[in-house]
């Protein structure tokens, strides 16, 4: 399966599916979605509300990437489930932390 992220001179790109109002702050893996694109399996609690989801995607994975929260933003998607989410910093270092943090819900 194809990494859900890509790498770019200031950082990364990931693709996500979100789940608002999904009981815990929590990244869930990765799933393959029908037309076969991969995506990381965010939940949140907030609402999809008022842009109350959006912030807590943006913290969790700041918090997930041990980045400031400053260095993530939505790209696209901010009213809908998928989402492209930007986060600067070392690429490789960033592509790290997702796969192991990926990699330890997908099993």
Do not use: F, H
């Not at 933003?73 to 600067?88: E, M, N, P, Y």
């Amino acid at each position: 399966m194809a990494d859900p992220w890509r790498t770019s001179t200031q950082g990364i790109s990931v693709a996500l599916r979100v789940t608002p109002r999904g009981g815990r702050d929590d990244i869930d893996g990765i799933e393959t979605l029908a037309d076969g694109r991969a995506v990381v399996k965010v939940r949140v609690r907030a609402i999809a509300d008022g842009g109350a989801a959006n912030r807590a995607v943006t913290e969790l994975l700041a918090k997930a990437l041990g980045v400031p929260k400053a260095r993530v933003r939505i790209l696209s998607g901010t009213t809908s489930r998928l989402k492209q989410v930007a986060v600067d910093g070392d690429p490789a270092a960033l592509g790290d932390v997702l796969r192991r943090v990926t990699a330890k819900k997908s099993d």
